[in-house]
C-alpha cells in the first residue's frame, strides 16, 4: 500500500518562502507521477504541480509558476515543493499525491489515487 506523508508546513508571512517535503514509502517515488495539490477553506481542491511521465517533465499552474519549484531526491525517496515569494491566497492545506505515470500533463487530481494527509500553509503578517 502506497504511503506518502507530507510535512514542511507552518505559518510564514507574505514574500516569505518554505519548502514543503512529501516522505513515500512502500514504493519507489521516481516510478510514480507526482503531484501537489491544494486546498484552501470553502474551495475546491486544485493542483499546485507535478511530475507526470517517467521523463520528469513538469507542469505548474499559472498561480505559482515561477514561485514553486517541484523535485525529487531519489536517493531519499522524497519529493519536494519550494514555495516563494508566497502570498496570502497561497494559504491552504497541501497534499502530495502519487499514481504510476502517466498521467495527464495538468495533473487533474482524479488521475491520483494515493494522497498524503496533507500540511497546513498559513501566509500571513
Known amino acids: 500500500q502506497v504511503q506518502l506523508l507530507e510535512s514542511g508546513g507552518g505559518l510564514v508571512q507574505p514574500g516569505g518562502s518554505l519548502r514543503l517535503s512529501c516522505a513515500a514509502s512502500r514504493f519507489t517515488l521516481e516510478h510514480y507521477a507526482i503531484g501537489w495539490f491544494r486546498q484552501a477553506p470553502g474551495k475546491e481542491r486544485e493542483g499546485v504541480s507535478c511530475?507526470?511521465?517517467?521523463?520528469?517533465?513538469?507542469h505548474y499552474a499559472d498561480s505559482v509558476k515561477g514561485r514553486f519549484t517541484i523535485s525529487r531526491e531519489s536517493a531519499k525517496n522524497m519529493v519536494y515543493l519550494q514555495m516563494n515569494s508566497l502570498q496570502p491566497e497561497d494559504t491552504a492545506v497541501y497534499y502530495c499525491?502519487?499514481?504510476?505515470?502517466?498521467?495527464?500533463?495538468?495533473?487533474?487530481?482524479?488521475?491520483?489515487?494515493?494522497w498524503g494527509q496533507g500540511t497546513q500553509v498559513t501566509v500571513s503578517s
Open positions: 511530475v507526470y511521465d517517467i521523463h520528469g517533465s513538469t
Open positions: 499525491a502519487a499514481d504510476p505515470p502517466p498521467v495527464q500533463h495538468m495533473c487533474p487530481s482524479t488521475d491520483f489515487r494515493s
